[in-house]
């Protein structure tokens, strides 16, 4: 099992930036895909950008593409999401979760087995 934790939320302007981490604990965390998924009020749970266990290979949501990055770290076993350019659009709460890498497609929330609590990011007009 994995247990994850984000940090680096908060309140930020139109056109600002944010930085979220997310430290893995728990089982060997280059064995696990991650994603980065986001849920605003009263709308489902949406995958935002996703890694592969190797780094190699990364995923975004149209919505995001050239505006977010995700990468991680295997030494610190953390996965980061560099959020750009942000819009009111963006504010939701975001959460890290984790794929066991033979789950197949990392695009899929589906595959996700692993979730954090959540971190909140609010932009302001």
């Known amino acids: 099992q994995v247990q994850l934790v984000e940090s680096g939320g908060g309140l930020v302007q139109a056109g600002g930036s944010l930085r979220l981490s997310c430290a893995a604990s728990?089982?060997?965390?280059?064995?696990?895909?991650m994603g980065w998924f986001r849920q605003a009020p009263g709308k489902e749970r949406d995958l935002v950008a996703a890694?592969?266990?190797?780094?190699?290979?990364?995923y975004y949501a149209d919505s995001v593409k050239g505006r977010f990055t995700i990468s991680r770290d295997q030494a610190t076993n953390t996965v980061y999401l560099q959020m750009n350019s942000l819009n009111p659009e963006d504010t939701a709460i975001y959460y890290c979760a984790a794929a066991a890498y033979y789950r197949g497609n990392f695009a899929l929330r589906a595959s996700y087995d692993y979730w954090g609590q959540g971190t909140q990011v609010t932009v302001s007009p």
């Open positions: 890694i592969r266990w190797s780094g190699r290979s990364t």
């Open positions: 728990g089982d060997t965390f280059s064995n696990y895909n």
